[in-house]
């Protein structure tokens, strides 16, 4: 119980003043924010933490089988303005 409530106290909540105040509500602005229609393949994720919401699309099935990209931005959940989209680029081959 006790790891519990160690786990519990960790997960932000956003206020009730803050103007993106779902995970929905950050991927909707990261979609936006890094021009993304729905054709490419991946996930969408957002996590708040510090009063941010950082939020990233995952692309699956698009570069070789060991590397993918990642789209990401950060919003902020008072107001909802981003900081741009940045991309990288992940290589996960082993030597």
């Not at 729905?38 to 099935?61: C, E, I, N, S, Y």
């Not at 990642?70 to 030597?95: F, M, P, R």
């Amino acid at each position: 119980m006790l790891l519990a409530l160690s786990i519990s106290a960790c997960i932000e909540s956003p206020l009730p003043t803050d103007k993106v105040n779902t995970t929905d509500g950050a991927i909707a602005i990261g979609r936006k924010v890094c021009s993304d229609d729905g054709k490419l393949p991946g996930t969408w994720v957002a996590r708040l933490r510090d009063g941010q919401w950082d939020v990233g699309f995952w692309m699956t099935g698009t570069f070789s089988p060991n590397s993918f990209p990642l789209y990401e931005t950060h919003i902020w959940a008072s107001d909802g303005h981003d900081n741009g989209c940045s991309v990288a680029i992940y290589d996960q081959k082993i030597s």
